[in-house]
């Protein structure tokens, strides 16, 4: 597995898979980068450059333990991207990982070609997600037979009265079967020190980021689930709003893993976007991507 080196003399790892132009890709977590896949084959439209952050998969574990500070991430796309020698970077990010990728667009604007934020996360440009987004977007799966357990653990964690995020994964998938199941299980977090300091006082500055995206003219795919508890719908549509040159896609019946959900039309809408025609064998017609105009602002919320 190749490796660089990022500014502060940490070691990071990344691993190459498919052929084409690169895109880089930054994982959500912090978690290992395998949980990523090839993300439903992308690998065979795109050549997919996947970091591992700091303190996971392969990459080393920092002398500096606030260097996993989201913001300080930034750095290492940067470096990665000076590793590479590249000009400009194709950008994709999922979940956790769009914070410091939005991050990297507001502060290196020039350096984007092109960002595709799945199902991100929000954090960065200061999109709280309230408990009552939450519960209406679960009461969605109200026939599933899992959906009274993880909607009582749900309920608990709006309330403040519980903490059991896995009790509630099943919301985080269009199908809660034995491969999500598996997928879980191996994609948790593992690095509790990256997971506990992500987040730290400083790592993000929302109205810094806001303005700063501004300067963005890259195109900018962002690409939720219809029923994704983590990247509702309307928190990645005001997410959106935020780009100059923004397209927002809803998959029907994903949650926040989409290119599990429906393999096809993930590809087709995201190999689209990043300039690759899908091959015609695909079982699936690309979606046409429509530019929606941003929802309602959810109210800030405790969950």
Known sequence: MPTFTAPDGTRLAYRVQGT?????????GPADSAYLGDLGSLSAHRRLVVLDLRGTGRSAIPDDSSSYRCDRIVDDIEALREHLGLARIDLLAHSAGANPATQYAARYPERIGRLALITPGTRAV???ISGQTRRELARLRKDEPWFPAA?????????????????????????????????????RPRNTEAV??????????????????????????????EFDLNSPPRSVAECAALFPDATLVVQPGAGHYPWLDDLDRFVATTAAFLGRAVSSGSSRSSPRLARLPPAEQSPVGTA
């Open 20 to 28: 084409g132009d690169p895109v880089v890709c930054i994982p959500g």
């Open 126 to 128: 200061g999109i709280d």
């Open 151 to 187: 909607f009582a653990a749900l309920e608990a964690i709006a309330e403040g009265t519980g903490a059991d995020w896995d009790a509630v994964s099943p919301f985080l998938y269009g199908r809660w079967d034995a491969a999500a199941r598996r997928h879980h299980a191996a994609g």
């Open 196 to 225: 506990a300091h992500f987040a730290a006082e400083g790592a993000f500055d929302p109205e810094a980021t806001r303005a700063g995206l501004t300067a963005c003219k890259a195109p900018v795919l962002l690409l939720a689930g």
